[in-house]
Every structure is written in C-alpha cells, then in structure tokens.
C-alpha cells in the first residue's frame, strides 16, 4: 500500500539555521512522483516540487533542496538559513498506487525563531 | 492568470443544514479533486472529478456527501444535514491531465458547524 510518514511532528529552529524535514515512503509503483507542499499559518496550501523517481539528482532551489534516496525511500528537505516566514507545516505527498489521487504525510511543522 | 478559486473561504452552518462549496479550477485544468483536512491532521482524498464525470469517489462518506463538475461552472462539493463532525478545512485542487501532472491547490473553505 502506499505511505508517507514524516515522523517529526515539530521542529523548531532560531533564525539562519540550518534544518531538513524528512519524509519516508512506500509504494508499489516502479516510476511515481513525489511531492512537498507548504501550509503556511494563512492557511493555503502552496506546491513547492514535483520530483520524477527516475530523476535521483538533488534539487535545488534558493535556499531550498531536496535529497532523494531511492535506495531508503526517502525524500528530505532542506532549507539553509531558515527565516521566520519558512514557518509553515510542512508536507510530503504521493500518488496512490495506479491513480491520481495523492497520500499525504500527517506533516511537520517548523517554527522559525527569531 | 488566476490560480484555483474556492468559495466561500469560511462557512458557518448550524446541525442539519446544507453546505455547498465551489471550486474554480485554473485556467486549461480540466481535472479537480476535493481533499479534507481535520483540524490537526493532514490531507485525505475525497473525490476526483473530470468535467461531467466523477472518476474516483472512493474518499467519499457514502451519505450526505456528493460532488459534481458541470460542462459549465465551478466543481461544487454538497454536504447535506451537516454534523459537528464535518467542521474541517474543504482544499480542492486542479490539475491540467491525469498522469500524476501537480496538482494545485486554492485556498480551501474552512467549514464550522455548530
């Protein structure tokens, strides 16, 4: 079946630190997309990548990337000298086995201190 | 170039009520999914829909629920006889073609039912 755990429910950080949020996957399809979406505290819900499980190259974007492991099933995330507007929840999705329909992880949420 | 539009973005109904929320999908998306999130919790896939058609609707409650796309207008999620424990946050999301294409999301309508 298909799954996402991130299992850090909360993670705070001061200001210019550095901090990764992982997200652990399972599936049964060979090639998938996997997902991170923001929430920040207004609410919506904002996509930040798309990643092909052919393409095992980080990623990076600004002070974004994102290190996928085929190997571990895993796709973290990291952002380098975190702000205070990066404090959002923070998730994780995948496609469901042979359909459209996307599984989220329960999120993590990250707040950034000043 | 508007991104998805959902109205209202906050509906307050009593026990027993109808609430009836829209979706507008971006512009060249013919693809909407409807996705719920309880206070605290993540994401859950409720519905996918094309236009006229419902595609998967294995997320669904089986009563009270249903959700259509016309040929014409906004995708409209029903809620009939509403009960406290429908109070959640109602995202929905579009997509240009099926294919695990990104899926973007509006801003939801945070549903309280007192």
């Known amino acids: 079946a298909q799954k996402v755990t991130q299992a850090q429910t909360e993670i705070s950080v001061v200001e210019k630190e550095d901090v990764t949020l992982d997200c652990v996957y399972e599936?049964?399809?060979?090639?998938?997309?996997l997902f991170w979406y923001k929430q920040p505290p207004s609410g919506e819900l904002v996509f930040l990548i798309r990643r092909n499980s052919f393409d095992e190259q980080n990623e990076i974007s600004g002070r974004y990337s994102w290190n996928f492991q085929k190997s571990t099933s895993s796709f973290n995330f990291t952002i380098t000298a975190s702000q205070v507007v990066d404090s959002a929840v923070y998730f994780c999705?995948?496609?469901?086995?042979?359909?459209?329909?996307?599984?989220f992880g329960t999120g993590t949420r990250l707040q950034v201190f000043p | 170039n508007a991104g998805v539009m959902q109205n209202p973005r906050h509906l307050v109904r009593r026990r027993g009520q109808e609430a009836r929320l829209r979706c507008s999908p971006m512009k060249g998306h013919s693809h909407v999914y409807w996705y719920r999130q309880l206070p605290e919790e993540g994401l859950k896939f409720m519905v996918y829909?094309?236009?006229?058609?419902?595609?998967?609707e294995s997320g669904m409650p089986k009563e009270r629920f249903s959700a259509e796309f016309p040929k014409e207008g906004p995708s409209i999620l029903r809620i009939q006889q509403v009960v406290r424990g429908d109070s959640a946050a109602y995202f929905c999301a579009s997509s240009p073609r099926r294919a695990q294409e990104t899926q973007y999301f509006g801003p939801g309508t945070r549903l309280l039912v007192l």
């Open positions: 599936t049964r399809d060979t090639t998938y997309y």
């Open positions: 999705a995948l496609p469901s086995y042979n359909t459209d329909k996307l599984i």
């Open positions: 829909l094309q236009k006229e058609n419902i595609i998967d």
